[in-house]
């Protein structure tokens, strides 16, 4: 990091308050705290700027495309949480399927890890939703308002006609984006064509208002007013980037030792008779940065890693006739040692790295292994807690038990269930059952027992459910274990 200080980062000491007023009865208020200045980033061009809005278009036409396609005859992806089925394609899964969260969650954090390991702020940079809607708002200002002097000069005059025109005209927009935004976000929970019909005709329901409100409001603020406060003060990773920081990981990183010392010249120089190094002070880097950092003082925790400041010093390079790379992504190690890009990446792909892609790819084959062993309906068992245990006619021991059978296809599916674990167990109520698609179904189930044929206390037994196909086959089959009870 750049040991040499910025006069516009320096900080002040706090005097106390005695020192600056000199006598009792003359009192200053001294303010402990700065005012947000507002930061006007300039647009550029690039390679970064490019892999930028490719991840924007991306991100965005999986986002608002998703709730739109079809499935059969139904949302290929919804969260139904009223029914307690989510739906992803042709997956249907139920909240015991949980653990399929489980494994996507670890598999969210170790590609965190292992971007960060490789590239730094990588996912902030370019596919976090506070970068992706930011640079779609700050695009919308850009086309009404005009390039960073442009806006600078409208936020510096006093009210027109012209100046309402266009910041109302900004607003609209923004307010737009935002609540189709929110009214995505609520697709995808509940059916995005029912939800549009009853938003036209004025009868959603209050949490679906709540919460398409509440997710427009939420991106209107971050993305057109917060910017990068949110990424500086709100977003915790930018405080723990550091402890997955080594000397070999990619960052953007400005090459001291090249540019410095730095100041202007004009074009046909020559920078070493001037004494200078390959920086012409243009402040061309901090003003495009959306954070509004000078990555000449080195890595700060507000870097995102987005790379604006390395296309925008390309662009200059290239009009003073010298070599691209002044400001590049680039390692530590590569730096001091003055390595070459295969050396570099050589030493980017280090056993830590190794080790993140290994336990990637042990839990997303699993992830697929359970996903292609998953049986088509799953089961739960529970006692009637009404009646433990009884005697009915003929001397028989009766346990009364409730089977909640989940169809996770969306075809129909036949069952027949049967008990086993003690001489004599029979079961007395119908053992064929028929589950809808997509559907989940308590069956009431009653197992009589002999009364000598097991002495008094509890044992274990072990339902069978199988699904059956129209000739009598079976398809497959789960078990699940419960006890009976004996009376003394």
């Known amino acids: 990091m750049d040991s040499k200080e910025n006069p516009a980062r320096k900080i002040v000491p706090i005097v106390p308050v005695e020192a600056v007023t000199g006598s009792g009865d003359d009192v200053q208020m001294v303010s402990l705290y700065q005012a947000t200045q507002k930061i006007y980033p300039r647009s550029v061009q690039g390679i970064f700027a490019k892999w930028r809005w490719f991840m924007v278009v991306l991100t965005q036409l999986v986002f608002y495309g998703l709730p739109w396609l079809e499935w059969g005859q139904r949302q290929a992806v919804l ?52 970068t992706v809607y930011s640079e779609i708002f700050m695009w919308v200002e850009h086309k009404i308002e005009g390039d960073r002097s442009a806006r600078m000069r409208l936020d510096g005059t006093s009210m027109s006609i012209e100046k309402l025109f266009k910041k109302g005209y900004k607003h609209i927009v923004w307010l737009a984006i935002a609540m189709w935004t929110g009214f995505t976000f609520v697709g995808y929970f509940t059916p995005i064509k029912d939800l549009g019909m009853a938003f036209f005709l004025g009868n959603m329901g209050s949490w679906e208002v709540f919460w398409v409100f509440f997710y427009a409001f939420a991106t209107y603020g971050n993305a057109g007013f917060m910017r990068e406060q949110v990424c500086k003060y709100m977003c915790p990773y930018a405080r723990f980037q550091s402890a997955m920081f080594d000397k070999d990981t990619l960052i953007v990183t400005y090459d001291t030792e090249r540019g410095e010392p730095r ?106 292994t359970s996903l292609g062993l998953r049986k088509p309906f799953k089961v739960d068992v529970e006692r009637d807690r009404a009646s433990l245990a009884r005697i009915v006619a003929g001397g028989r021991i009766e346990n009364v038990y409730r089977l909640q059978i989940m169809n996770a296809a969306e075809t129909p ?50 339902f069978t459910i199988e699904s059956m196909q129209q000739g009598g086959a079976v398809l497959s089959e789960l078990q699940e274990k419960s006890v009976f009870l004996v009376p003394r």
């Open 79 to 130: 969260f139904d949480l009223g029914a307690r089925r989510f739906y992803i394609f042709g997956l249907v899964l139920y909240p015991q399927d949980f653990i399929y969260l489980t494994a996507i969650l670890v598999i969210s954090a170790f590609s965190l890890f292992l971007f960060t390991a490789v590239a730094g702020r990588l996912w902030c940079g370019y596919a976090c939703p506070q």
């Open 263 to 368: 100041g202007a010249r004009s074009k046909k120089a020559d920078p070493a008779a001037l004494g200078l190094g390959a920086c012409v002070d243009c402040t061309l880097c901090v003003q495009v940065c959306p954070t509004g950092i000078d990555i000449r003082e080195g890595l700060q925790y507000e870097c995102i890693g987005c790379g604006a400041c390395a296309d925008v010093c390309d662009t200059v390079m290239d009009k003073v006739g010298y070599p691209r790379g002044l400001i590049k992504y680039s390692t530590e190690n590569a730096m001091n040692n003055k390595w070459t890009r295969q050396q570099t990446w050589r030493h980017v792909f280090r056993p830590r790295v190794l080790l993140y892609i290994g336990i990637l790819l042990v839990v997303v084959l699993a992830l697929l």
């Open 413 to 462: 599916l036949d069952f027949r269930v049967t008990a086993q674990g003690l001489p004599g167990l029979v079961l007395v109520t119908e053992p064929a059952v028929r589950v809808a698609p997509t559907e989940s179904l308590w069956v009431s189930v009653r197992l009589q027992l002999p009364y000598d044929a097991a002495p008094a206390g509890s044992h274990p037994i072990v």
